[in-house]
């Protein structure tokens, strides 16, 4: 029977994951080096697995986030750190559907389809738990209307709630060659830049690493108004995204949406007020869908 609720937030710093617990996670999702499109952090395979050897608590999950497409010379390599991950962690969220080429029933059971802004429908979503996953993962750029319908139709959904999100991904290294044409200081790797668009106001998180380039949501997006309903609809993974976040911001949203977990109150007015810094919003969830 379906019915525990996950509450999961990237880590990008091993100090912090007790922390993040005590906060209210249940779960955390520790970025795979050589296996991640948008981690800005990654954590090498020895690192994940010391870390899950060494947990005090079985019921304080970990999750491992290889969300980036492989090719065919990598396959060997990345199947045979997904088997040596899979006996130790509680998860491994994906996107390139060779990774479950080979993996028993039991292995699958770990495996979180997450292929960022391309699960739209009801019947993909079907599709993708009928092949015995975890969860799927429902696009976050659909409106709310949209992610209620797949999430009461398909058991197991997953959704982010909280963070900025992702927007598009290149595999060509386009920081690369601005900074090239430019003539000035590589910006490959480098953190903390912003994009802005020539018809937008707002600064799009830009990151460019050895597997291409990734622009995220002019926005924070915040989920405190629809979170009821989203959990009421059967969503059971709520993920927060700690990107560009300062770690207090995100103890502060664990206890809120923790909070509401539990049928409690949650004062998240005052929470938006204290981060006002951030570009909050509720994103795509009152957008009518183009079609």
Same mark, same amino acid.
């Given at each position: ?118 699960? %739209? ?8 738990? *009928?092949?015995? =996953?975890? &969860? $799927?993962?429902?696009? !976050? @750029? /659909? ?9 009461? %139709? ?8 909280? *963070?900025?999100? =992702?927007? &598009? $991904?290149?595999?060509? !290294? @386009? /920081? ?116």
């Amino acid at each position: 029977m379906r019915a525990m609720k996950i509450l999961t937030v990237t880590c990008d710093d091993l100090t912090q994951i007790n922390e993040y617990y005590e906060a209210g996670a249940d779960e955390v999702i520790l970025p795979l080096e050589d296996g991640c499109f948008t981690a800005m952090h990654e954590f090498s395979l020895e690192e994940i697995l010391e870390v899950c050897k060494n947990r005090k608590d079985s019921q304080r999950r970990i999750a491992v986030l290889m969300n980036r497409l492989f090719f065919e010379e990598e396959r060997a390599e990345s199947m045979l750190k997904l088997r040596q991950l899979l006996p130790y962690v509680d998860a491994v969220l994906f996107a390139d559907a060779g990774l479950l080429s080979g993996l028993s029933e039991e292995e699958c059971r770990k495996m979180i389809y997450r292929p960022e802004t391309l699960m %739209t429908s009801s019947n993909d979503a079907a599709w993708w738990m *009928g092949n015995g =996953l975890l &969860s $799927v993962q429902i696009s !976050p @750029l /659909l409106t709310k209307e949209e992610i209620i319908e797949i999430a009461k %139709t398909v058991k197991g959904c997953s959704l982010q709630i909280h *963070g900025r999100m =992702l927007m &598009s $991904v290149s595999r060509r !290294p @386009l /920081l690369s060659a601005y900074s090239e044409f430019a003539g000035i200081e590589s910006l490959h790797e480098k953190k903390g830049l912003l994009l802005r668009e020539d018809q937008r106001q707002g600064m799009m998180p830009v990151y460019e690493n050895r597997y291409g380039t990734m622009i995220f949501t002019d926005f924070v997006q915040e989920s405190f108004a629809d979170f009821k309903d989203f959990a009421d609809a059967g969503i059971e993974r709520f993920e927060i995204d700690t990107m560009t976040l300062e770690k207090e911001a995100v103890i502060d949203a664990l206890h809120l949406y923790k909070a509401m977990l539990n049928n409690e109150e949650a004062d998240y007015h005052t929470y938006l007020e204290k981060y006002k810094k951030y570009p909050f919003s509720t994103g795509y969830y009152g957008m009518k869908t183009i079609k």
